[in-house]
Every structure is written in structure tokens, then in C-alpha cells.
């Protein structure tokens, strides 16, 4: 069974500062990564998505990377900023008998102090 | 970019009663939607995944008949919670899998139910 782990459960960092999310998966197995925002009380906004066959992704100050044999995701944020608050989750996309589903961990509540 | 609708946004209800939360698609049709549960500070679950026009495939250790999921069209799935109980109150999202881009789910912004 696919269980994916986030480290820290939450991170508290001043503005300005990079810092890195991580995000751990029991089986190597899996089509895709994703990486999500939530803002609380609300839904999921996709940040970056990393094939199976990737090692990286870019979007502005955001960078996803992935090693898939060790099982192992991280989410650099580069100089914070207080609106980058929020819970990042990480979730993997894995087989299931003819289909497919998003298994997701428990997510990461930063919090960016001005 | 695509966006994904919940209606209510919030709901509060009595025990025993029904209750019944929508999901559309906006602007694309979605051939295939899922319906999670997520309580604080835990993992969003998987609950069931739903094709449209067919019977929803839930996952283990979701009762299929409280938990009512109906995709009668493109744009629309509808999960209705029957005989709610106060252990139900929990944040509902809805996803959308659009038909030509198969990696990709659009959130909805979810549904908080509680029950008395």
C-alpha cells in the first residue's frame, strides 16, 4: 500500500529565506508527482507536476525535484515572501486495478513572517 | 484555466438528516470525478471515483449507500450524504479529470459539513 510522508509537519521561516519542503513515497511505482496549495478552508491549487520519467520542474520561484528510485520528492520555495503561506501537499499518482488514483500526505502548514 | 465548482460551500445539518453536495465542471467536460474526504490537520482520502453515465467505484471502508455519488452528466457529479452523523462532519473536495489532458484534476474549493 502507497503511503506518502511529508517532512516537516509545519515550518515557520522569516521572509526572504529559501527553504526546501520534502516528501517521501513507499513504493516506486507511480505515474506522476504532484505538488499542491491549499489555503486553509479551501481547495487545491497544482503547483508543479513531475512525471515518472522526470527529475524536475520549474515554475518561478517554485522547484519540484524527484528521485523516484529512493522514493523521495522535494519543494524548493526561493526567497519567501508572507503570501506563500499556506499547506503544501505532495501526492502521488499510482495504479489502481484498471485505473488510477492521487494518494496524498498530511501536507506541510508554512507560515512566512514579514 | 479550468475551474471546478462546490456547491454549498458550507452546510450544517441535523443528525439523521440527508445531505447532498455538488460538484460541476465549468468550462470542460470531465468524463471522470472523484470525491475526497479531509479531516484537520489529516491526508485528503479518496472516497470514490465516479465516471460518467456508470455506477461510482468506491474505495475500501467507504459505505456505498451513505454515501450516494451520482454522475448523470459531463459537468455534474453529486455526492449525497444519507442519514448523516456528527462522526461525518468533515471537509468534502471534488476533482474533475478533464478528457484530453488525463494527468490533471481540478479541485473544487470544497464543502465543510458539519452535522449536530
Known amino acids: 500500500k502507497q503511503e506518502v510522508t511529508q517532512i516537516p509537519a509545519a515550518l515557520s521561516v522569516p521572509e526572504g529565506e529559501n527553504l526546501v519542503l520534502n516528501c517521501s513515497f513507499t513504493?516506486?511505482?507511480?505515474?506522476?508527482l504532484q505538488w499542491f496549495r491549499q489555503d486553509p478552508g479551501k481547495g487545491l491549487t497544482s503547483l508543479l507536476l513531475?512525471?515518472?520519467?522526470?527529475r524536475e520542474q520549474t515554475s518561478g520561484r517554485l522547484n519540484a525535484s524527484l528521485d523516484k528510485s529512493s522514493g523521495r520528492s522535494t519543494l524548493y520555495i526561493a526567497a519567501s515572501q508572507p503570501g506563500d503561506s499556506a499547506t503544501y501537499l505532495c501526492?502521488?499518482?499510482?495504479?489502481?486495478?484498471?485505473?488510477?488514483?492521487?494518494?496524498f500526505g498530511k501536507g506541510t502548514k508554512l507560515t512566512v513572517n514579514p | 484555466g479550468a475551474v471546478v465548482s462546490q456547491h454549498p460551500s458550507w452546510v450544517i445539518c441535523k443528525s439523521g438528516t440527508s445531505v447532498k453536495i455538488e460538484c460541476r465542471s465549468l468550462?470542460?467536460?470531465?468524463?471522470?470525478m472523484f470525491w475526497y474526504r479531509q479531516f484537520p490537520k489529516q491526508s485528503l482520502m479518496l472516497m470514490a471515483t465516479?465516471?460518467?453515465?456508470?455506477?461510482?467505484?468506491?474505495e475500501q471502508g467507504v459505505e456505498k449507500d451513505k454515501f450516494l455519488i451520482n454522475h448523470a452528466s459531463l459537468t455534474l457529479s453529486t455526492l449525497t450524504v444519507t442519514s448523516a452523523h456528527p462522526e461525518d462532519s468533515s471537509f468534502y473536495i471534488c476533482?474533475?479529470?478533464?478528457?484530453?489532458?488525463?494527468?490533471?484534476?481540478?479541485f473544487g474549493p470544497g464543502t465543510r459539513l458539519t452535522v449536530l
Open positions: 513531475i512525471q515518472s520519467s522526470q
Open positions: 501526492a502521488v499518482r499510482v495504479p489502481q486495478g484498471g485505473s488510477e488514483k492521487l494518494v
Open positions: 513504493d516506486s511505482a507511480i505515474y506522476n
Open positions: 468550462d470542460f467536460q470531465a468524463t471522470t
Open positions: 476533482s474533475a479529470r478533464e478528457v484530453d489532458w488525463p494527468d490533471t484534476q481540478y
Open positions: 465516479s465516471n460518467e453515465g456508470s455506477k461510482a467505484t468506491y
